[in-house]
């Protein structure tokens, strides 16, 4: 399961309590839309409130600071371990056997010439999920070096951030490295690799700007999410990038609240993920995204999120300009004045489809 099934599922099944039992919470008690409890070690009683419906968690702590998040970051918080490993650990407690995704291991492809159009028809209307992806480890970065291209930190991609994320550069390639974890995987588990050229004026010389070394459908996940997951959770919302770089520049400026959907188009795949972190989901698109295709996007999470929108009235970016690409400043000026896609909103939405 996804931590989005996970977390209904333990709602729906009433295993809250199960599950703080298990984690040697103590005085645990049941409120209309909460459960308080203590943390182990520690004598307060009501130092965790949980809320029933969300997961979402505040945890009072004896220095005044409050954690909040949700049930995973609670776990993350008092084992002390990665978001990876408390939805394995919360999996194995619940009796849920944990698999990431269906395998496909390469001696199990097909060698008919002709399985690439079949499978194109096969999955034109197939759920994303229902999709078989073959598994990588960390081998496959052996080829590559370690290392931030001039050209990326000169535009503000800080060496901490290339190792959080395992960038890289192939001198063969001449391209920046670009690995993808799969958000609800464990930190060594690749789904697929993009290189981004660094040649200059690629395009006169037909090269394409961006390859898929080990590609997969982007659209199955969110780039960037299980680095951040949980700043997301603990800051109350998520930034939503087109591209992989828009992530990395806002990390490197110890902002973890971002992830990239690696495209201009929100798949139902990732609609569902975004759902599932029951934050507030702010939209960031380049600057030449029309505030109408903006707001469809917004559209999809109406009503059953916190929905909001980054929308440049004051030129502060140029043409192709991402949000991310512009001073802290600023950006954090856009941030302060997101549009909230409220019922007005989506009457111009819906007029302007019209």
């Known amino acids: ?61 004896s220095d005044n600071n409050i954690v909040r998040g949700d049930l995973l970051t609670l776990i993350m918080h008092l084992k002390n371990i990665t978001f990876p490993a408390a939805n394995k650990y919360l999996h194995e407690i619940l009796g849920i056997k944990y698999t990431k995704f269906n395998i496909k291991t390469k001696d199990k492809i097909k060698k008919d010439p002709l399985e690439i159009f079949t499978q194109i028809r096969k999955r034109h209307n197939t759920p994303i999920n229902a999709y078989e992806f073959e598994l990588h480890n960390e081998d496959i970065l052996d080829d590559y070096i370690p290392y931030t291209h001039i050209t990326w930190f000169r535009e503000g991609i800080m060496p901490w951030t290339s190792d959080e994320f395992a960038i890289g550069y192939s001198p063969e390639r001449k391209r920046i490295i670009i690995p993808h974890r799969y958000w609800c995987g464990n930190k060594n588990d690749y789904l697929g690799i993009f290189g981004r050229t660094t040649v200059e004026h690629y395009e006169l010389f037909d090269i ?46 110890n902002d973890k609240t971002c992830v990239s959907i690696c495209s201009h188009e929100l798949s139902n795949e990732q609609v569902k993920i975004l759902i599932g972190l029951d934050v507030e989901i702010i939209i960031a698109m380049d600057k030449d995204i029309s505030i109408n295709h903006i707001r469809s996007m917004c559209n999809k999470f109406y009503n059953i999120r916190n929905i909001s929108y980054i929308y440049d009235k004051w030129e502060l970016l140029k043409e192709k300009d991402s949000p991310a690409d512009i001073k802290n400043k600023f950006y954090q000026f856009l941030l302060k004045h997101r549009i909230v896609f409220d019922e007005k909103e989506r009457k111009k939405y819906l007029n302007e489809k019209n």
């Open 1 to 61: 399961m996804n931590t989005y099934e996970l977390k209904q599922f333990i709602i729906d099944n009433g295993k809250l309590k199960y599950v703080l039992e298990k984690l040697k919470c103590h005085s645990i008690r049941n409120y209309t839309k909460e459960l308080r409890a203590g943390i182990p070690a520690h004598n307060n009683k009501t130092a965790l409130a949980i809320n029933k419906e969300t997961l979402s968690i505040k945890l009072f702590q």
């Open 208 to 253: 394409p700007k961006f390859i898929g070394i080990k590609p997969y459908p982007k659209s199955m996940n969110l780039y960037g999410l299980q680095e951040n997951y949980e700043h997301i959770q603990k800051f109350g919302y998520v930034v939503v990038f087109e591209a992989e770089k828009s992530t990395l520049k806002r990390h490197s400026l």
